[in-house]
């Protein structure tokens, strides 16, 4: 190893089985007098994960936002931040998955920079710690919780607005195993494999590092344990948190270590069909690994960390590759682009076109910023050919 790095991670983590309880005793070491709740209605209206935080905050001053829509959109950021204004505000409690904490987050920014939050995208945005920010994530995968990073729709220009900046990690992240039981299967299955690609991608990353290794390897280990387990019974709350745990763990290591090939084409089929992040991520993995492949040695650390003995790099690479595939299909996900019937093969030129405009591009460790590699990579997606 011989190369200069950054790995930072301000968020203290809090994990555990009912761990909501502690958030009183956050908000009094942050000196937070009244904070405001930042969700979605699903989530107030139909599950009781948000009576629970209530049920904490008894006695105290709070108010609920609860206007968050599963992609978080620039009006929305704007109406909460001037609705925390009014009402005296002083820190966010984020419920929910990454559109809520996106959210909360860039209210943060708005409590520095002010204005509408469409006029502040871009990197090194704040001069200092703004508001306390107490993620409580309800789904295991986005790693927002921990991460650097908000993305906000602009819903007027449909496009997508990319905030990052280390002041942006939540000071607290309470992941309490009991708010994931009411995910739905499916949003279990895509977020969970978002997770693996943010370890897997972290670790391929031309700026990976030691120690976002080290969280991504054991995220990946954690993954393959307990995914599986999670979606045979929902509320095995001990592999919940580990998935929790797990999903954190990614969300630290790409932070600091970035993603690849396979986000990049994610995003795309996000933006063009809709597709949950997640389970593009998982269409596309399995492909971009094996694109990378032969300029991937590293391939062999993940697969050393599933028990995959193999000394030979590529070979190492080729059967972690195999074992993924076969574990996406364990877990009831499409292993080919055709199989989804929404993804068409005359896109994909608008596909390839998009993901090489993405940033998460630049540090994938094959170069791929051409349409013939992103097309390459999308006709073996569709056939299944790793
Ligand atoms: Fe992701």
């Not at 009576?51 to 599963?70: N, T």
């Not at 364990?330 to 080919?336: A, D, E, H, S, W």
Request: hydrophobic residues 40%; aromatic residues 6%; charged residues 25%.
């Amino acid at each position: 190893m011989e190369k200069s790095f950054v790995f930072f991670l301000r968020t203290k983590i809090i994990s555990g089985k009912d761990m909501v309880r502690e958030i009183p005793l956050e908000l009094e070491r942050t000196k937070s007098k009244k904070p405001m709740i930042v969700t979605d209605k699903i989530l107030k209206e139909k599950t009781n994960v948000i009576s629970k935080v209530e049920e904490v905050l008894d006695g105290r001053e709070y108010i609920i936002f609860d206007e968050v829509k599963p992609d978080s959109e620039c009006s929305i950021v704007d109406k909460a931040y001037r609705i925390a204004k009014e009402n005296g505000v002083d820190s966010i409690i984020s419920v929910g998955g990454g559109s809520s904490i996106d959210t909360a987050k860039a209210v943060c920014i708005l409590y520095e920079k002010g204005g509408k939050i469409k006029d502040h995208p871009g990197v090194y945005l704040l001069s200092k710690e703004t508001v306390p920010h107490i993620a409580v994530p309800t789904t295991a995968g986005t790693g927002s919780e921990v991460s650097h990073v908000a993305v906000i729709k602009d819903e007027e220009e449909k496009r997508k607005l990319v905030y990052a900046d280390f002041y942006l990690m939540p000071s607290v992240a309470i992941l309490d195993p009991t708010l994931t039981i009411s995910m739905p299967h499916s949003v279990t299955a895509h977020t969970g494999m978002d997770a693996l690609t943010h370890c897997i991608e972290s670790i391929h990353s031309t700026v990976n590092n030691p120690v976002s290794d080290a969280f991504a390897l054991h995220g990946i280990k954690i993954i393959f344990e307990n995914l599986p387990r999670v979606l045979e019974n929902p509320s095995d709350i001990e592999a919940r948190q580990n998935m929790q745990v797990a999903a954190m763990m990614g969300g630290a290591a790409f932070t600091n270590a970035q993603v690849g090939v396979v986000h990049a084409i994610a995003h795309s089929l996000g933006a063009i069909y809709g597709i949950p992040h997640g389970l593009a991520n998982s269409l596309m993995l399995p492909y971009g690994m094996s694109f990378n492949l032969p300029e991937c040695p590293r391939y062999k650390l993940i697969a050393q960390s599933i028990g995959i003995n193999e000394s030979d790099p590529e070979k190492a690479g080729k059967k972690l590759i195999e074992k993924i595939v076969e574990f996406i299909k364990k877990i009831g996900l499409p292993t080919t682009l055709k199989e989804t019937k929404i993804v068409k093969k005359e896109d994909f030129k608008k596909i390839a076109e998009l993901s090489i405009g993405d940033p998460s591009i630049i540090s994938n460790p094959r170069f791929a910023i051409m349409e013939e590699a992103i097309i390459e990579i999308l006709e073996k997606a569709w056939d299944g050919i790793i």
